[in-house]
C-alpha cells in the first residue's frame, strides 16, 4: 500500500513536471516568432535543462548509504523502467542509431535486435536472481558467489574498462550537442557538457540520479518523436512514422535505382577510384614517393607553362614567314599555313586554368614526408568511401560479391550476439534492479523498461528513411552554392558533413556528399525545414539522454572503487561519510579524464559503445550465467573464465583496431566478444570441473538466490 501511495505520488509529479516542459517548449517557439535569436534560445534550452537536473540532484541529496548506492531500494517498477530506459537510451541510442541505419540499411538492424533481444535475457536469466542477493554492485556478487577478493578485483577492473570507455563515448555526444547548442567549439562544449553530467551524480548517488533519469527520459522520448512525426506529416500527409514507413522507403528505392543510373553519378565514383588508386601507390612508394610526387608536379607545370616548340624552331619558322611575305608571288594559302605552324610552336601545353590546378596543387603539397602520409591515407579513405556502389537501403547484408555478402552475415549475426549477451552485463543496467522493493518489482521494471526502449527504437528506422529520402530528393543533385545552412554548419562541427566536387561540375551528387551517422538525428530539423526551437528541443533530448547514462556509468566507476575497492579491500572500518566523500572525489577525478580522453575524438560513438558491449559480456555474463545456475562452478573456474574472455576480447579489439590484424572469419572489432564470451564459457566449465567445488555456504547462496522459498538462506546484506 505504502508503495502504491509512493507510485502515485510520483506519477502526478512527473505529470506536472511533461505539462510544464510542454508549455515551457511552445514560450520558446512563440518567442523565436518574435525574433528571439537561434543563440538565445539555445542558451535557454541549455541553462533550463541543467538547472532542472541540478535542481532535482540538490532535493536528492543524500548522505546514507542505501540511498547513495541503490535508492533506498523503494523504486517502483514503472518509473525503474523510465530511469533504465533513459540509462539505457544514451547518446548511442537517441543520436547514433538512426544515423547507422541511415548509412548501413538492413544491416544497421542488428543494433535494434542485439540491444532489445538483451532485455530478454535480462529478465529471464539475471535481474530477478541479482536483486534476490541484494547488495549494491556486480562486484559484490561476484565476490559472495565466488569468494575472496580476486574475482571481485577482476569484476572491478572490468567494470572500470567497460563503463570507461562507454562513458568516453557519452561526453563525445554530450560535446556535439553543446557546441551545437551554444554555438562553441566541440572541445570546448565537452568540457562544458560535464558540469551537467556532474550535477546529478556527484550530489547524491543513484537516488539523484534515478529520478533525473525519469526527467531525462521524458525530454529526450518528446525529443526524439516530436520532429519525426511532423517529418512523416510532411511527406504523407500520416503523422505516424511507423505506419508510413514501408511508402518512404519505396520512394527511397525508387532514386537510389535514378542514381545509379546517372552518368554524373558514375563520373564522380570513377574520379574518387582514380584518387584512391593514387593516394594508395604513394602510400606502397613511401617514403620515396613523397618527393617524386613533388618532382612529378613540378614537371607537370614545366610542361604547361613552356611553348611547344624550342626557341630555334620558333625562330625559324617566323623566318620562313618573313621570306614567304617578301616574294610577291607566294600564294596566301602557304603564308597561312606557315603562320599556323609558328602559333602551334608559340601556345603553351596547357590551358590558363591547368596552369592554375597544379600550381595550387604545388603551394598546398605536404610540407613533411609525415604530412604527406596523413594526406595520401585521408585521400585513399576518400577516395574508397566516394567510389563505393550506391549500398540499397533495403537490401540485407549487402556486399558486391559473395564473399562479402556472406562476410555481411556473419558479422551481422555476431554484433547481435555480442550486444545481446552484452546488454545482460553491462554493470551500470544491472545495477539498477538493486533499487526496487523486491523481486517482482525487479521483473515488472524489466517489462517497463522493453517497452520504453520499445517507443524509440521502433521510430528510428522511420526516422532514418525520411532523413534518407528528405537528401536524396532535396539535396542530391543540388547547386553546391546553394546547399542548405544546415549543410555548412555540420560541416564545421567536427567535420561530419564533408563535400568534394571532385568532377568539378558544381552540381552535388551522392558520391561526393559525406554525412556522419552522429548528425543524422541532431540536424534532422533542419533537414526538415522546421523552426530552431525544434532544434533546440532535439538537442536538449539528445544531452538529457547522454547526460543520463554518463550519470549511470560514472556512479558504477565511482562505486566499484570506493565501495568495492575501499570499503571491501582497503578500509572495511571506513566511516558512511567516508565512504560516500571518497566516491564523489573519484567520480570527479573520473569523469575529467574521460571528458580530456572524448576531446581527443578517439572513434565514433557507436564504435565505442559497441567495444564496452563486447568486454562487458565477455568479462561478467560466463561468470554471473553460470554463477547462479550451476552450483559446481567455482572461485579457480569463475576467476580463469573472466581472465580468458576479457583478455581474448581486448586483443582481438586492440590488435584488429589499432595494429591492423587480419579479421578472424571476417568478424568486426565492434563483435570482438564473439570470440571471448565463448571461451570463457568453456574455461570456467573446464577448470571447476578439474577443481574442487565450492563449499556448502556458497551452494547455499545459490539456492537463496534462485529459490525464494528456501528457509536456509544465507544472509549477504550488509
Known sequence: MKNASFAAQLTRYYAFYTGGFILFVIALAIAERYGMSNLYIGYTFMGATILLYAGIGIMSRTANVAEFYVAGRKVPAIFNGMATASDWMSAASFIGLAGTLYLTGFDGNAFLLGWTGGYVLVALFLAPYLRKFGQFTIPDFLSARYGGNIARSIGVFAAILTSFIYVVAQIYGVGLITARLLQITFEVGVFVGLAGILVCSFLGGMRAVTWTQVAQFIILILAYMIPVVILAYHHTGIPIPQAVYGTVLEKVSVREKELIMDDKEQEARSLFKKQQEEAEANLRGFPSSYLSAKQKLEQELVRLQNPRGTTTEIQIAEERIRILQNKPD????????????????????????????????????????????????????????????????????????????????????????????????????????????????????????????????????????????????????????????????????????????????????????????????????????????????????????????????????????????????????????????????????????AAYIASLKPAGILFMVAWAFSLAAASFFPALMLGIFWKRANKYGAVAGMLVGLGLTLYYLISVRFYGMPLWYGISDAAAGTFGIPAGIVTIIVVSLLTPEPDKKTQELVEHVRYPNLRNIVTQID
Request: charged content about 15%; hydrophobic content about 50%.
Open 330 to 593: 607566294t600564294p596566301p594559302s602557304v603564308i597561312q599555313s606557315a603562320e599556323q605552324r609558328l602559333a602551334s610552336l608559340q601556345a603553351v601545353a596547357g590551358t590558363e586554368k591547368q596552369v592554375e590546378e597544379v600550381t595550387a596543387k604545388l603551394a598546398s603539397y605536404p610540407k613533411s614526408p609525415e604530412e604527406a602520409k596523413a594526406l595520401w591515407t585521408q585521400q585513399a579513405t576518400e577516395g574508397k568511401a566516394g567510389a563505393a556502389p550506391i549500398r540499397p537501403h533495403a537490401e540485407p547484408f549487402y556486399g558486391t560479391t559473395d564473399k562479402a555478402r556472406n562476410t555481411a552475415k556473419i558479422n551481422f549475426l555476431a554484433l547481435v550476439f555480442c550486444l545481446m549477451v552484452g546488454t545482460a552485463a553491462l554493470p551500470h543496467i544491472l545495477m539498477r534492479y538493486y533499487t526496487t522493493p523486491n523481486v517482482q518489482e525487479a521483473r515488472n521494471s524489466v517489462f517497463w523498461t522493453l517497452f520504453f526502449i520499445f517507443l524509440l527504437y521502433v521510430t528510428a528506422p522511420a526516422l532514418a528513411v525520411l532523413v534518407k529520402y528528405e537528401i536524396y530528393q532535396n539535396v542530391i543533385g543540388s547547386t553546391i552554392a546553394e546547399l542548405p545552412n544546415w549543410v555548412s554548419y555540420w560541416s564545421k562541427v567536427d567535420n561530419l558533413i564533408h563535400i568534394t566536387d571532385i568532377n568539378r561540375d558544381g552540381i552535388l551528387q551522392l558520391a561526393e556528399f559525406s554525412i556522419g551517422a552522429d548528425v543524422i538525428v541532431l540536424a534532422t530539423p533542419e533537414i526538415a525545414g522546421l523552426p530552431y526551437v525544434i532544434s533546440g528541443l532535439v538537442a536538449a533530448g539528445g544531452l538529457a539522454a547522454a547526460l543520463s547514462t554518463a550519470d549511470g556509468l560514472l556512479l558504477t566507476i565511482a562505486n566499484a572503487l570506493s565501495h568495492d575497492v575501499y570499503y571491501n579491500m582497503v578500509n572495511p572500518n571506513a566511516s558512511t561519510s567516508r565512504r560516500i566523500f571518497v566516491s564523489k572525489a573519484l567520480l570527479l577525478v573520473v569523469a575529467g579524464f
